[in-house]
């Protein structure tokens, strides 16, 4: 649907108002009516680095989801303000992990002899605590972009014993560790936080490489096997992209994996009247299928799929966030506790300073 012509006046007033005191970041799954405001668009490892190269402005208001406006906080100069368009942009994946889930986890490796040699590595799709308890244990943030080069540096931390404690995504930790790292299924176990112990015995976790949290996305689970198999069916030469929050089932049968940035420079790069399935979410599908009428962009689901919490972040909440500003009024900030901060901090740096 079009956008209210009165909001996007008010939104480009307000924006106008604040100049370069305000700087707008949009993740590439936000709505049209919210992404035409943005300045910067990206996935979360993008968006992370250019809210850390924006010392000058004043406001970050982040178009996107709790955790990456936490990130923001964290990485931002302690006199910016980040503000998150609306509190209940949560995530249901971030929201599978709690820390005091994850200390009880750790004490079971502690018990089973094994914690002095397991790295934890969180995807940025976690909450500020998770990543700081990773950055307290030796362990790193690494997002869908760069899972290969966090686990690379993971399993280098403790010579062959090495293991790795991946949260909260067991798709993207699975997929990395079987497609990328040479890992087999077998070398994977899943804790289970709903479980007592995990549902893991100390043996399964002496004898894993990647113990992974049961965790995943709503949005990416959903995408199945057999829907692939129907498109290759209908439409002959269909190339298959898909990013690496789907199961392990549907990455196995795709043709390309990646990141929401891969999959954008996939399509950008792909010849005219080649055809695409695509399996994320549906608000950049759509936006890719407009901006490449000369390809066939189709989404991998049959039925509509948008992230709900992403999709929060709409046009009115964008306007009050943003005329609350020009009004001196700050709204709806995120901010990290001091402690957690630091420490979250630490495993932020370590992937930011990955190779790659
Ligand atoms: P990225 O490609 O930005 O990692 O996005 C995946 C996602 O689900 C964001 O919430
Ligand atoms: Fe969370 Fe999935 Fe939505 Fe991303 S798409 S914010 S992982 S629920």
């Known amino acids: 649907a079009a956008s209210d012509p009165d909001l ?60 990456m406006a936490e990130s923001a906080d964290i990485l931002t100069a302690p006199t910016q303000k980040v503000v998150l368009p609306d509190l209940a942009a949560g995530c249901s994946m971030a929201d599978m992990a709690r820390l005091a889930q994850v200390e009880d986890a750790w004490d079971a490796m502690v018990a089973a002899g094994v914690a002095s040699s397991v790295v934890p590595v969180t995807y940025m799709n976690s909450s500020a605590d998770i990543k700081a308890f990773c950055g307290r244990n030796g362990g790193a943030v690494c997002t869908s972009s760069n899972a290969e080069s966090a686990l690379d540096w993971a399993f280098s931390q403790h010579g062959d014993d090495t293991k790795v404690f991946f949260l909260p995504d067991q798709h993207l930790g699975r997929n990395t560790a079987v497609l990328k790292m040479g890992l087999t299924l077998d070398d994977c176990v899943v804790w289970d936080p709903r479980q007592p112990d995990g549902g893991l015995t100390a043996e399964q976790l002496r004898d894993a490489k990647m113990i992974l949290w049961r ?41 390309l994996v990646g990141s929401t940035e891969f999959i954008i ?49 709409d ?34 740096q370590r992937m930011l300073e990955l190779p790659g």
């Open 8 to 67: 996007v006046a008010r939104a480009r007033a307000a924006k106008e108002a604040l100049g370069s005191r305000v700087f707008v970041l949009g993740h590439h799954y936000q709505r049209d009516e919210v992404i035409q405001f943005a300045d910067v668009t990206g996935d979360s490892f993008k968006l992370a680095r250019d809210a850390a190269a924006r010392p000058e402005a004043e406001f970050i208001v982040f178009c996107g989801v709790h955790f």
């Open 215 to 255: 965790g995943h996305c709503s949005v990416h689970g959903r995408f199945s096997p057999d829907t692939i198999d129907d498109l290759r069916a209908t439409i002959p030469g269909i190339n298959i992209l898909v990013h690496p929050e789907c199961v392990h089932e549907v990455v196995l049968k795709a043709d």
């Open 265 to 313: 420079k996939t399509v950008e790069a792909a010849p005219a009247g080649t055809a695409w399935a695509i399996g994320t979410e549906l608000n950049l599908v759509k936006r890719l299928a407009a901006a490449h009428p000369d390809k066939r962009i189709v989404f991998l689901d049959k039925t509509v799929c948008y992230c709900s919490t992403m999709n929060r972040i």
């Open 315 to 348: 046009l009115p909440h964008l306007v009050w966030a943003l005329e609350s500003l020009v009004d001196g009024v700050v709204v709806n900030q995120i901010e990290v506790d001091p402690d957690t901060e630091h420490w979250a901090k630490v495993a932020l």
